[in-house]
Each structure stands twice: as structure tokens, then as C-alpha cells.
């Protein structure tokens, strides 16, 4: 039995066919309509996350199968102060698969050792949050064709966004990748990767400006500023306009360069950018009930 | 100047930082063990001034000492037989350590379940760094942890 922590958990080549998996569903969604007929997932989120939480119902329920869980921690039994390890041994008896999100990082690690059956780290913390990192490499992989060989500008909150982070860790192990990273100093991306990214001799550079590289870019991944990162609202209302995608800006762009973004924005990209061509952040949605569906098929074992 | 016996069988711990003797007291559970003891202070060193020696009395086989190589690899382990030093034991970082550093990030599912063992991992060997099994938050060296 296998389970998704990180999204270094699958090699190269495992990631290759699960993303194979997820193009044959974009292809023919018909076929995988009843795949998992007579399976359950349980969504246990103890922090509220609606996007990725109805990403994975809605995989789920493509797939024929049925979803159960619960929204924030509240409403579980984590509230009468139940560990995580004896949640899952139960979670275990009336579901085929779990999906967690969890305020502390490495819970869904301990739900793991403990569980009966596989477990999907839905995001712990600001720790690792694979099934977004899945999502960014077959948007990329779908629409470019290819994984590597490209320059790839991360825009944003590089210090606390762990997106950004696990998608370095993810584009690093594919060839001639090479990384701008754009934010303010006082978001930059912290010193291990860029000296990781020095120690494998893996081109980077880090730029104020968005306009100064936007020529250069194949992909451009935006970020949010999220306010809850931030200790005190000054510097979050200070810092939280520095970086914004236009049309002025984005003219300086390639023709087949393909802007990204995690979701949900604020304001980092204008709405005004929604309907150009190389925005592909609503279809990155898309990909993502995609890479879910072609996940819960792949951890369950089912033949396709 | 005090004069501490030799052992017949067991371990000497030399090149102990000096104060840090009873730190390794606890960490090889010495405590736990019905063994003769000797825990010197301060003792004189030529090359440090000051250092603390353990010296401890038992089977050869019944101490693991790789979390020595953890709290400070310049300790010197001399391996007693027959009264005699038979081995100069060279310290190997331990793969995975339980319970010996505790995990200091505040986010860290261990915050919350203190039940859950605080294991650190080996993330890179020749840097030296641990990392938290849980949250892979980089062990420091400051002695807080310990």
C-alpha cells in the first residue's frame, strides 16, 4: 500500500505514467465514469480548504465513487481531542482512501503509519501540499509537452509559499530548467534552495522587477501574498501589490508563454489577463481534479 | 589530583566537553543501568584546558553509543577488555535518532500529540543536519533541543 506525502514520493517515471493516467481521463472521461464504483474517499480536513477539498470530491465522484468527511477540525473528533493515529484506524473502517489537510505539519505522516489504507497529504502546514505540485507539473507537462527545458519565473511570495518550493523541489529533477525568481527582499526564497540550486549547478537568478524578465520566461507560476503568513497587517497591506500581472506587462511576453497560479488570487493577477490565451490558471484547475482522479486509480490499485 | 581506578571491562569517554558528562549520562541511559559509573568533572586536558571523562563499567555489547557521534564527534570512546584499551572506536552518525533532540517547531504535529516519538532523520551527512521526520524542520545545534 502506498500513500502521497510529498510529491518526491513518486519518481520521475512513476510520475510519468500517473500523468499518462490523467491525459487518458482529460481524453476520454466517459471510460473512467465508473472506475470506482462501490469505493469511498474520506476528506478529513481539520483546517477549511474548499478548493482542494471539492477537487477531490469531485474526483472521486468522476471516478463513481462516493465521498465522506468532515471541513474543519471543529466538527471531527479532533475537537474532544482525539490524536490524528486513532482517527485514521477508524477513518480506516469506513473508507477505501483518505484525503487530509492538517494545520500541523506531518500529521498526515503519522495518519499514514498508522492507516489501513492510503492516505493523500491534502497539505499540512506550510509543509509540502503534493497533490498542488502534481497539478503545476501536468498543466506544464499537457500544455508545453514537455517537463524540462524551459525558464520558469516564480513570482510572488517565494519565502513562506510552499507551492513554490515543492515545485522547485519537483522541476529540479527534470533537465535544463532554469529558475527566476521574482519577489520582494522581503519575500525571497529562503538560502536552501538557492544553495541547493548552486550545489547542482542549476541556473537561477533572483529579480526585483516582473516587467525586467518577462521576455525571458517560458512559464511564469504567480503567487499570493497570503495574509496569514504575515505577523501584523502593515506588512501584509504594504507588500501585498508589490508584484502584479497586467496586460501592459504581460505584452512583453513570449506568444507561448504560459502563466500559473496556485489559486486563489487576490489581486496579483488583473482580471484583465483572465482571457489571454497564455492564462491557463482556470484550466490548471481542470488538471487538477485530473491528477486526483489519475491518483486515487493509481493508490487504489485499479486497473485502467 | 584525583585518582579514579581502572575499569576491567566497559567503556572510557575522554574528550567530553567539559559540563556535558552528565548530559551523555542521560542520553546513553546510564541510569537505567545496575553498572559501576565514574563521571569526572573538569578534569585537566592539554588540549582543552578542562574536559569531563565518563568511565563505565559493563558488558562491551550492551551500550549503543551512536548518539555520542550526534552530541559531539570529538569524543574519544576507548573500548576496555582485561583492563586494557582493545579498541579505538570511531563514532558513526546515527541514520535515524528517537527521542533525543525534540522537534522545536511550533507548527510540528509533535507540538500537539505528545505521545508521538520526536525522531530526527539524517538529511545530510556531511553537512551533519537532522531533519524532523514529521515537518523535516532542520535540528539545531544549540544545546535547547537536547
Same mark, same amino acid.
Given at each position: 500500500m502506498r500513500h502521497l506525502m510529498n510529491p518526491l514520493d513518486f519518481s520521475v517515471e512513476e510520475l510519468d505514467r500517473l500523468f499518462d493516467l490523467a491525459n487518458r481521463i482529460e481524453a476520454d472521461p466517459a471510460r473512467y465514469a465508473h472506475a470506482c464504483e462501490g469505493?469511498?474517499?474520506?476528506?478529513?480536513?481539520?483546517?477549511? #480548504?474548499?478548493?482542494? @477539498? $471539492?477537487?477531490?470530491?469531485?474526483? /472521486?465522484?468522476?471516478?463513481?465513487?462516493?465521498?465522506?468527511?468532515?471541513? %474543519?477540525?471543529?466538527? #471531527?473528533?479532533?475537537?474532544?481531542?482525539?490524536?490524528?493515529?486513532?482517527?485514521? @484506524?477508524?477513518? #480506516?473502517?469506513?473508507?477505501?482512501?483518505?484525503? *487530509?489537510?492538517?494545520?500541523? &505539519?506531518?500529521?498526515? /505522516?503519522?495518519?499514514?503509519?498508522?492507516?489501513?489504507?492510503?492516505?493523500?497529504?491534502?497539505?499540512?502546514?506550510?509543509?509540502?501540499?503534493?497533490?498542488?505540485?502534481?497539478?503545476?507539473?501536468?498543466?506544464? @507537462?499537457?500544455?508545453?509537452?514537455?517537463?524540462?527545458?524551459?525558464?520558469?519565473? +516564480?513570482?510572488?511570495?517565494? !519565502?513562506?509559499? =510552499?507551492?513554490?518550493?515543492?515545485?522547485?523541489?519537483?522541476?529540479?529533477?527534470?533537465? %535544463?530548467?532554469?529558475?527566476?525568481?521574482? #519577489?520582494?527582499?522581503?519575500? !525571497?526564497?529562503?538560502?536552501?534552495?538557492?544553495? *541547493?540550486?548552486?550545489?547542482?549547478?542549476?541556473?537561477?537568478? &533572483?529579480?526585483?522587477?516582473?516587467?525586467?524578465? *518577462?521576455?525571458?520566461?517560458?512559464?511564469?507560476?504567480?503567487?499570493?501574498?497570503?495574509?496569514?503568513?504575515?505577523?501584523?497587517?502593515?506588512?501584509?497591506?504594504?507588500? !501585498? %501589490?508589490?508584484?502584479? $500581472?497586467?496586460?501592459? !506587462?504581460?505584452?512583453?511576453? =513570449?506568444?507561448?508563454? +504560459?502563466?500559473?497560479?496556485?489559486?486563489? =488570487?487576490?489581486?496579483?493577477?488583473?482580471?484583465?489577463?483572465?482571457?489571454?490565451?497564455?492564462?491557463?490558471?482556470?484550466?490548471?484547475?481542470?488538471?487538477?481534479?485530473?491528477?486526483?482522479?489519475?491518483?486515487?486509480?493509481?493508490?487504489? &490499485?485499479?486497473?485502467? | 589530583m584525583l585518582n579514579v581506578g581502572k575499569i576491567e571491562e566497559g567503556f572510557v569517554l575522554d574528550h567530553i566537553q567539559a559540563g556535558k558528562s552528565l548530559d551523555i549520562y542521560h542520553h546513553l541511559k546510564l541510569d537505567k543501568l545496575d553498572c559501576t559509573v565514574a563521571i569526572i568533572k573538569n578534569a585537566r586536558s592539554n588540549k582543552k584546558g578542562k574536559k569531563d571523562i565518563l568511565k563505565v563499567e559493563c558488558d562491551i555489547n550492551t551500550l549503543n553509543l551512536d548518539i555520542l557521534a550526534v552530541i559531539d564527534h570529538n569524543i574519544t570512546v576507548n573500548v576496555i577488555k582485561n583492563g586494557e584499551i582493545v579498541e579505538k572506536k570511531e563514532l558513526v552518525l546515527p541514520r535515524e535518532i528517537h527521542n533525543v533532540i525534540k522537534c522545536k517547531n511550533p507548527r510540528c504535529i509533535t507540538s500537539i500529540e505528545q505521545e508521538l516519538p520526536h525522531i530526527f532523520v539524517l538529511a545530510d551527512e556531511e553537512k551533519e543536519i537532522y531533519r524532523c521526520k514529521y515537518c523535516e524542520e532542520k535540528a539545531s545545534n544549540s544545546s535547547s533541543q537536547w
Open positions: 469505493k469511498k474517499l474520506a476528506t478529513c480536513f481539520y483546517e477549511p #480548504s474548499t478548493r482542494t @477539498r $471539492l477537487s477531490f470530491e469531485a474526483a /472521486m465522484l468522476n471516478l463513481g465513487g462516493q465521498v465522506l468527511g468532515f471541513s %474543519d477540525a471543529g466538527s #471531527s473528533s479532533a475537537a474532544k481531542g482525539e490524536s490524528v493515529s486513532d482517527t485514521i @484506524r477508524i477513518i #480506516s473502517c469506513y473508507a477505501d482512501i483518505c484525503a *487530509m489537510r492538517h494545520p500541523k &505539519e506531518g500529521a498526515p /505522516m503519522v495518519a499514514a503509519s498508522r492507516s489501513g489504507i492510503p492516505v493523500i497529504n491534502a497539505g499540512d502546514g506550510g509543509h509540502q501540499h503534493p497533490t498542488q505540485t502534481l497539478t503545476d507539473l501536468l498543466t506544464i @507537462r499537457s500544455l508545453k509537452g514537455r517537463l524540462g527545458g524551459f525558464t520558469i519565473g +516564480l513570482c510572488g511570495d517565494l !519565502k513562506f509559499g =510552499r507551492t513554490v518550493h515543492s515545485l522547485i523541489n519537483a522541476l529540479i529533477r527534470y533537465p %535544463d530548467v532554469s529558475f527566476l525568481f521574482i #519577489s520582494p527582499s522581503e519575500l !525571497k526564497v529562503p538560502d536552501y534552495i538557492t544553495d *541547493m540550486l548552486t550545489e547542482r549547478h542549476i541556473p537561477y537568478e &533572483e529579480v526585483i522587477r516582473l516587467e525586467d524578465c *518577462m521576455p525571458r520566461l517560458d512559464l511564469l507560476y504567480m503567487t499570493r501574498v497570503q495574509k496569514e503568513r504575515f505577523f501584523n497587517e502593515e506588512d501584509y497591506v504594504r507588500l !501585498k %501589490d508589490f508584484y502584479i $500581472l497586467d496586460k501592459a !506587462k504581460l505584452s512583453a511576453a =513570449r506568444e507561448d508563454m +504560459l502563466v500559473l497560479h496556485p489559486l486563489p =488570487r487576490v489581486n496579483e493577477i488583473s482580471v484583465e489577463v483572465d482571457d489571454d490565451p497564455r492564462a491557463v490558471y482556470f484550466k490548471q484547475a481542470q488538471y487538477g481534479v485530473y491528477v486526483r482522479m489519475a491518483l486515487i486509480l493509481t493508490l487504489l &490499485e485499479i486497473e485502467n | -
